[in-house]
């Protein structure tokens, strides 16, 4: 949900037609995203939590149907009737729905279709657009912020459909590449990681703008830290796999009981998507089946594995509120870390010269657990309507990451960024950098 | 699997181009009804029972790939290592395989390449054939058997593919047609039911030969049965809705323990498919949602139901012995059926000036449940080797029904043909004929 | 329920003292077998199958007081107005009830009070019957077949006591004896089992009175078999043994599809209650855990395993008309079985020089799984009222077993009782007979 | 686990008197809980939450055997071989174990046999007491924190006896009384809750000694908070009533998303033990089913109950943080709280005239849920050992309840103790205040 702290100023008609290339950038990265699929990739949901590509393109735009052009553009006719209760995702204050779990079973709409709908969505948004320009005094107070929220929405999406495909893809023995394979020698492993020391206090943390964000950023708000480290990098492949041979994923006492449990009823040897082979460990990527780079940030990680390693290694994971007192300090420059917008799919590993006073891999490449529980800032409130369910009631039994991964859109990210995953999730891109 | 009592005289190569001419007419058959089919409708599996198009044509084609060119082509390669343990279906003879729950799971291979692996399978067939008829002398003992069980096993997917398409569509709010509607003003009813006696005896059942039958249809064996009386037609919708109407699914004195509990938890109120509007029933139909035919035999209905609606009438369910025997008693023509070439996919009405001394019905448009339990037959053997698993290994648990159905092919059917299903699916073209 | 072929004659009031001695001596011998029991061992559940001591005890006496006191008895009082809704088993007619899984978390009424309920309806069925002596004329009709039913469904509990009280205890690995272990060397192995040839043809089963029969062995009708053999005895620990050793339960050429999937999954590798200690095979018993007798007939086998061993031993199971035509031919006598009031639990072995022309073990020792379905026999009706519930409607999904065990009580059986379990049951004294 | 912040000087053995009689006090205490209940009210497990009272009191029992006198008592022979293994609760260091989920199918070894144990037990640690005494050099080290873990161990399993025996004895229709009903007419309500405002700013929370704390209270340290308001006393049956008839269990928008999926699922309309008749609210209470009392305090929510009424009321639940500075500012007398040894088993009214201005029920009568995560405080180290799974492994998704209840011993509780729940429970004394 977007936040209170907006522009004072209320955007102007002037505006509008930067916001319609902003919107139609965003709907084309999504549609660019899907388009290595085959139809037959867009209507499986293997477990629960991966959803359809198909449903995925329709969903958002259903958003921009429901929360925008229903509310905005004059005599707007639904695209389909049905389409409400098909692409609804958790919204009980728009009526019932498919059942999250059947997403999966429903070839129908067919693909074709969706993108059919996408295009009239689209269209009637860049008609909308318009004609708020044509009518410059009538431009709704809360138009912008529900816009904003529609392609911030849509990114998230955008993420999810990176992770999505990944699982889609990996449960076929033919381990069958989204995109060809990428060129490059294995990189040299950075040097051993440094440990960089911020200093206790009261510190201020929280969106406080201009720009936009989600509602759980909110409100800004002091913290106390006592005297803490960071490491300067993410914990990398080769750490983690000695953490494996020396044992770790059968020894009970790194782990946390629900976390052991689970491990032995999976039972987890290695992070997702790793595979053993006679020749050593590979990987499953959005380039097929890859031989394990040691040089590069484990991930792929449960946060019960994130904390066993860290226990393992004599440390432990930072809190939310260390990470962003780090990040402010460290202030460092998302263009550095690896995006969406590279392709890679895969975190990268840091350059074995790079200076090992600072901190590195904060924003990009992968989401960093945090050991705080995603609970309300104080003075959170929930917004009025639909949107109060965007992200408040989902705050309770998950935990906090932080700094956007590999598959997140550059521009989506922020330092004050709050992630949140059940500890027990795996399919994202999701690593480890460790405190003390 | 193939009876003994095949042909006592080998197949001479001069059967091979017969033969042949067959294997193409069954393939095509296969493709051209999944010709209307979206990719997307060939991948998801709504339900345990209901596997994806897509691998009922790649595993028919492994089946002949497996039994037939591995065991008698030169030098076969097969299409793609992989396609064993994706589309072996139940034969713990041959290996590991995709757990029956997942088949939904998997995208890959797309529909494109099952095509091309049909292509593939059906070109080394074609040639294994030829390569046969060059070497007059070398025709090999076993392959007629095995080739004419590869032709009815994919009749039997044909069956599959007609009912697995019906549910897979069905689950989409949107009701797709896989057909356009069929025209036709709603038939008149059936004159009302008559009984036809059948003198009690020991009769023989089971197959005699020659031609083909499977396994479970022998030995031939005789049995006793007491006078009996079998209804002269099928029960209609506008019986099965009186019922409804008595609040038939609403009184557990009709019911088997086991379906009442089931019908309670499922909230069964009518056969699978039915939707009641405000108008009046519906039925979900290969040609989108129609109105219910009043005059047509009743389908979709479970054991369960199909047991307490007798109850309720009074009457009973056929043993498959008492059916077997009137069959042969009344010799049905099984051209006057429904069956799967008719395109209908929809049992059809008894037409109202049907001679009343005849039994009608008897063979397709729908599976007659009988309460039989599926058990060896005296003297039963299961096939040595992974054929063996075909049909035995199920002999427990099933019940046994009769006559095929709208979706079976006409050539697939014989009197002593024994269909089985667990007692509470509902998914196959299932009806009811009454006894006493 | 009480079969229709009943004495023509009423029965007089001058039988009631002989009614009044049968009642006590059943209700005794069920008050007997519980009495080695703590008040701990009475209330626990360990599986659904498994039903609590305390709730056999109410249970049984719930069905004095509903079905003959509440009918007959003047001003009868209910000894608790909750007690219906607590010991009712399965009678939709008769109103809601406990769910069958959650008996086991009742711990009150507690076993005192459940001794007082039964006490109380003791004594008021004394009185009653007093009262029906003193008013000759007007002794119901229905009264007689409702008395003798209660009694025969009381005994049918008394079985369940013991295979109950034995799953009880076995789950403590303290392995408490219920009794003090029987004395004795163990048995020789009888002589090598011989085939006994029965000729085909059509035959009568079922029951034709006079006396008790239960609904489900009616009614009596004609059958056809072709010529069987059947063992003349039952397979014993040693055979069995060997199906083990040679690996029959890693093999699944053996097994039914549904019995290897479960056996694979429940991970067995022997009969129930079977322990392998580093000097042999123990078996839990009502005794505590004993050394395995060789000699004695398995026991605690499932369908499964026993059809499985049968194929091993390239034989069959027998059909219950084929097993209840032998048992009329070979007339056995009841008396050389073991039952109930034998109090030694377990089957015994044969005698190693027993006639090897007779068939033995057919009533006693171990209920005799046959390859029939539990269905209803030609001719069946379900009786009017609650007391329909009260076999057929569990006619589904079961099979067929007879002869009776050693927790039989001795008059309970009959050469047409027709038992039943599903397949995978393994709790019940059940054993193997070979035919071919 | 034992803090470390314990007295400086080692205990000397002139102390051990004291330890005996409080060692003994303890105990008996647990036994004096326990003597009310019959045999077969100490069997069974309704849920898995609940534990057999037979198992708490081998359990805790086992634990002095295991962590005292197999490490100090000269020669110690345990009771029984199998008693580590069953009642051994969650340590994986020290061995397999009983699977919690079938505690309650044990009806072995009896109540009596516990009892035996607990004499044995006590009888060797009364001994290991004296020997101690007489060897007054030798006193170790580690003894007194194990032995004080010992009596703080027993007694939270007295309070879950408390908890866990009035869940058993409400599953029975009979709603027996574990005590007679206290007499005593209804209070009268108190009066409106007043908001009692706390500075913002750093306070240190976390015990700081001396005495005994568990380890998760530690290490003290400091923490920011904002200005914030509490009430001045407990959420009333009253006011909670009215958060029922307003619709609070049928809005989802007061509710987090699992909870509201929970609540549906279960069919929440009420607190647990709630009972809605024909002439009001009932509860179920360990004196039977008694009227609701308006005016105590609302015990047995959820923490998303709590949550939910929090949202409807305008409020929120504080943090753990808000929650220790408040009570140490308010620095309430726990004699005012209701505690286990009252024998009162439920929440007590507050007087209508207390003082507005001070913070009441701040210990004893209810567990207070805190929007708190169960996660380790700044510098928190798991022992090592087997203690080291005492509290460590359970910190993920479980959220804070402070101040102790009516089942928790007054001698056990502190402003820093910590308890744990997961949000879904409800069958502890929980309860609710708010903040804001």
Redesign the interface.
């Known amino acids: 949900m977007l936040s209170s702290p907006l522009p004072a100023a209320p955007p102007v008609p002037s505006v509008l037609p930067a916001l319609l290339r902003r919107y139609q950038a965003v709907r084309q990265q999504t549609a660019d995203l899907c388009r290595p699929l085959?139809?037959?990739?867009?209507?499986?949901?293997?477990v629960i939590d991966v959803s359809p590509p198909?449903w995925h393109l329709a969903h958002t735009t259903w958003f921009f149907e429901t929360f925008l052009l229903k509310e905005y553009a004059d005599d707007y006719q639904v695209f389909?009737p049905?389409y409400a209760?098909?692409f609804n995702s958790?919204y009980?204050?728009l009526g019932s729905r498919v059942n999250r779990a059947?997403r999966?079973?429903?070839?129908?709409?067919?693909?074709?279709d969706v993108y059919a709908y996408r295009a009239y969505v689209d269209e009637r948004m860049s008609q909308l657009l318009g004609d708020l320009q044509d009518r410059e005094a009538e431009l709704p107070a809360a138009f912008t912020e529900l816009f904003e929220l529609g392609l911030q929405h849509e990114q998230q999406h955008q993420e999810l459909l990176v992770t999505d495909i990944k699982y889609?893809?990996s449960?076929?023995?033919?381990a069958?590449a989204y995109l060809p394979a990428a060129a490059g020698a294995p990189a040299a492993e950075p040097a051993p990681a440094a440990w960089l020391p911020v200093a206790g206090g009261?510190y201020r943390i929280g969106f406080e703008g201009p720009g936009f964000c989600f509602d759980n950023e909110q409100a800004p708000?002091?913290?106390?830290v006592?005297d803490f480290s960071l490491q300067n990098r993410l914990v990398t492949n080769a750490e983690y796999l000695q953490f494996i041979e020396a044992g770790g994923y059968r020894d009970?006492?790194y782990?946390?009981?629900?976390?052991?449990d689970l491990a032995q009823q999976e039972q987890w040897e290695a992070p997702l998507y790793w595979v053993r082979k006679v020749d050593g460990w590979y990987r499953f990527t959005h380039h097929g089946l890859l031989p394990l780079n040691l040089a590069a940030p484990v991930t792929h990680v449960s946060?019960y594995e994130a904390d066993a390693y860290a226990h393992w290694a004599g440390a432990r994971l930072p809190t939310e509120q260390e990470w962003e007192i780090a990040a402010r300090h460290f202030n460092p420059v998302a263009a550095t870390g690896t995006w969406l917008e590279s392709q890679r799919f895969d975190p990268q590993p840091l350059a074995p010269d790079a200076d090992p006073t600072q901190c590195h891999q904060l924003l990009g490449d992968v989401w960093e657990w945090t050991?705080?529980?995603y609970?309300?800032y104080?003075?959170y409130q929930r917004a009025a309507g639909a949107l109060?369910?965007y992200n408040g009631?989902?705050?309770?039994?998950q935990l906090v990451l932080r700094g956007g991964s590999c598959a997140t859109p550059e521009s989506h990210i922020r330092l004050t960024y709050r992630n949140f995953f059940h500890?027990d999730k795996r399919w994202q891109f999701t690593g480890i950098r460790l405190a003390r």
Do not use: C
């Open positions: 085959l139809p037959e990739d867009t209507v499986v949901q293997p198909k389909h049905d209760f098909l958790y009980n204050s059947d999966g079973t429903l070839s129908r709409p067919p693909l074709h889609i893809l449960t076929s023995p033919l069958p009261v708000h002091d913290t106390y006592a009970f006492r782990w946390l009981g629900e976390g052991w946060f050991y705080s529980a609970h309300p104080p003075g109060g369910e009631k989902f705050m309770l039994n500890a």
